[in-house]
C-alpha cells in the first residue's frame, strides 16, 4: 500500500469545523482513501471512504483533491466526543482484503 | 449484535509462558484480522483470515500462531511469550472487500 503523510497534531475548538489533511502522493489509480479514527484506549472505528468523488456521511465529509494527491477529512462541527487519533489509509481496489496499513495518524485535540 | 469481542481485557504472562488471545464476531464476517498496537505507533498487522479454513501472514507474524475452524471464531496463539510481545492486541473483521472494518475493544497483553 502507498504511503500517507499526515500532520502529527491538530488542535480545534469545540463547535467548529476541522479540516483534517492527508498527503498521498504516490497513490495509485485503483487505492481508495480510508479515514479510521481510534478514540482514548479503544479500537479504531471507520470514519469514511473514497476513491475519486466527494463523499459525505453522517459521521463526516471527504473531500478530495483533483488528482487524488491529496485529500481532507472534514468534521462539520468538532465535539469533545470527537477528540482521537484519526488514520488516512490507502488501500488497493481490493479493499486492503489483506489488511491495513496504518500510520501514526494525526492526534485531535478539542478545546472546549 | 455485539459486534467483534475480544477476551481477555488484560493478561500479564511472564516470559515464556503461552495463551490464547480470543476473538468472536457475530456479523457472519468473512474476513478477520489480528493487529498490535505497541504505544505512540499505529497498528500492525499480524495474521488475517479470509474464510473459515483460510489463514495468511501479515507484517508481524513471528511469535504468533492463529486458526480459524469457523466464521465467527479467529483465536490467536503466543507460544515462549517474550517482552517485545508486550502491547495492545486488537481483532477486526469486515464482510468482504471493499467494506469497512469494525474493531474489537482490544488485548492488553504485558509479559515481564
Known amino acids: 500500500d502507498a504511503k500517507t503523510t499526515q500532520p502529527n497534531s491538530m488542535e480545534s475548538n469545540e463547535e467548529e469545523p476541522v479540516h483534517l489533511p492527508c498527503n498521498h502522493s504516490?497513490?495509485?489509480?485503483?487505492?481508495?482513501i480510508h479515514w479510521y479514527r481510534q478514540l482514548p484506549s479503544q479500537g479504531p472505528e471507520y470514519v469514511i471512504h473514497?476513491?475519486?468523488s466527494n463523499v459525505n456521511n453522517r459521521m463526516a465529509s471527504l473531500a478530495i483533491a483533483e488528482d487524488r494527491k491529496s485529500s481532507t477529512l472534514i468534521l462539520h462541527r468538532a465535539t469533545l466526543r470527537d477528540a482521537a487519533v484519526y488514520y488516512c489509509?490507502?488501500?488497493?481496489?481490493?479493499?486492503?482484503?489483506?489488511?491495513?496499513?496504518f500510520g501514526k495518524g494525526t492526534h485531535l485535540i478539542i478545546q472546549p | 449484535n455485539a459486534g467483534v469481542t475480544q477476551t481477555p481485557k488484560f493478561r500479564i504472562l511472564k516470559i515464556g509462558q503461552s495463551m490464547t488471545l480470543q476473538c468472536t464476531q457475530d456479523?457472519?464476517?468473512?474476513?478477520m484480522y489480528w493487529y498490535r498496537q505497541d504505544p505512540g505507533m499505529g497498528l500492525k498487522l499480524i495474521y488475517y483470515?479470509?474464510?473459515?479454513?483460510?489463514?495468511d501472514k501479515g507484517e508481524v507474524p513471528n511469535g504468533y500462531n492463529v486458526s480459524r475452524s469457523t466464521t465467527e471464531d479467529f483465536p490467536l496463539r503466543l507460544e515462549l511469550a517474550a517482552p517485545s510481545q508486550t502491547s495492545v492486541y486488537f481483532c477486526?473483521?469486515?464482510?468482504?472487500?471493499?467494506?469497512?472494518?469494525?474493531f474489537g475493544p482490544g488485548t492488553r497483553l504485558t509479559v515481564t
Open positions: 483470515s479470509v474464510g473459515a479454513g483460510i489463514t
Open positions: 473514497g476513491l475519486t
Open positions: 504516490t497513490i495509485s489509480g485503483t487505492d481508495y
Open positions: 456479523m457472519n464476517h468473512n474476513y
Open positions: 489509509i490507502l488501500a488497493g481496489s481490493g479493499g486492503g482484503a489483506d489488511g491495513l496499513t
Open positions: 477486526a473483521s469486515r464482510r468482504g472487500q471493499n467494506y469497512e472494518q469494525y
